[in-house]
């Protein structure tokens, strides 16, 4: 805290030090931000203080600030650019400007219109980071062989399989319910009914194999129950923890030498990403997966024009000749 209190102090005329200080009690008595927050949020202003110093050749008062044009807050965001700061790092500095300029326009009513006009930097969209067929199939096949208790192996197995079978988020499958999931019934199971994000309900076709996997986990289960008890249960009968499911992957990248990147929801990523593969419809798997919007499902064809160049880089005669 002093030594955010000290790097502020040497960029700011006393009236917007005061101004700082105030802020960051407000934060910390009012907001209660945690103690990296008020770092992170610390650093941040102290950054711009410290350009804003360096731009004009005076440390800046509430005038100054209030001042400030859009070609000074674009000349800020060109710098960290140059300092090679990630869009990330500068969209959450920027975030902490504004709420500091808010902070002023309530409190000390120094109003500054220019902030507002800045668009916040894009950062790079996150692909997801799908298990590749094989590595889906290995983490299904070796998950039961981490546990003693026979039927603690078939309920890993069984949800390996439902998040990987379904594309169900970990939290969606862990808040099944055993009344939820149709046993199977030949060939034709049924589909299951699934509680997403925002509460919305979705359809999702339970595949024989998953079906089967979970009526055996079921079987071998000590713990009674009826319809509405949970599915998944933990070693001491409780509804299983998302942090055992986590451990399990965490194992099974040990064990198989599986990327970092293989987490339970690494699962879904890898359904998606799969069925997209095999020429399965963009509207169908953005329902399956329960996503409100198209371009969120759109991030997997990004993902399989990246498998398709890496097969290219490593197959094709040109590409070879060329390394």
């Keep these: 805290m002093a030594q955010g209190r000290r790097l502020i102090g040497f960029a700011a005329a006393p009236d917007a030090a005061a101004q700082v200080a105030a802020w960051r009690e407000w934060l910390t008595h009012e907001r209660r931000a945690a103690v990296h927050t008020l770092d992170a949020y610390t650093r941040d202003l102290a950054g711009f203080l410290s350009f804003v110093t360096e731009h004009r050749g005076t440390p800046p008062t509430l005038a100054d600030l ?5 070609g000074d807050f674009r000349a800020w965001l060109a710098r960290r650019g140059l300092d ?11 975030s902490t400007l504004r709420g500091f300029f808010r902070f002023l326009a309530r409190r000390a009513g120094v109003e500054n219109g220019a902030i507002s006009a800045v668009g916040t930097p894009k950062r790079p969209r996150a692909v997801p980071r799908p298990l590749s067929a094989a590595e889906a199939e290995d983490a299904i096949d070796a998950v039961d062989e981490l546990s003693d208790a026979a039927w603690i192996g078939a309920r890993d197995k069984a949800l390996l ?7 169900l988020r970990i939290s969606e499958a862990l808040s099944l319910d055993r009344g939820d999931v149709p046993l199977p019934r030949g060939e034709n199971v049924g589909s299951l009914t699934v509680i997403g994000k925002g509460n919305k309900q979705r359809q999702v076709p339970l595949l024989p194999v998953v079906a089967e996997a979970i009526a055996h ?9 009826d319809a509405d ?3 998944f249960l933990g070693a001491r009968g409780k509804r299983m923890s ?8 965490q194992q099974l990248r040990a064990l198989l030498g ?13 359904f998606a990403t799969h069925l997209l593969a095999g020429g399965g419809d963009l509207r169908a798997i953005q329902e399956l997966l329960g996503h409100a919007s198209l371009s969120t499902t759109q991030r ?24």
Excluded: K
């Excluded at 090679?84 to 920027?94: C, D, E, F, H, K």
């Excluded at 399989?161 to 594309?167: A, D, I, S, V």
């Excluded at 998302?242 to 992957?249: G, K, S, T, Y």
């Design 258 to 270: 599986l990327p970092e990147t293989a987490t339970p929801h690494a699962l879904r990523h890898s």
């Design 66 to 70: 209030a001042a400030l044009g859009r």
């Design 229 to 231: 008890s949970p599915l």
């Design 84 to 94: 090679g700061l990630s869009a990330a790092s500068t969209a959450r500095a920027l």
């Design 217 to 225: 986990y079921l079987a071998a289960c000590p713990f009674a129950g």
């Design 300 to 323: 997997y064809t990004e993902v399989d024009a990246a498998a398709l160049l890496s097969a290219y880089d490593r197959a094709h005669p040109r590409a070879r000749r060329n390394r």
């Design 161 to 167: 399989l439902l998040l990987y079978g379904c594309g």
């Design 242 to 249: 998302p942090r055992i499911a986590q451990l399990r992957l």
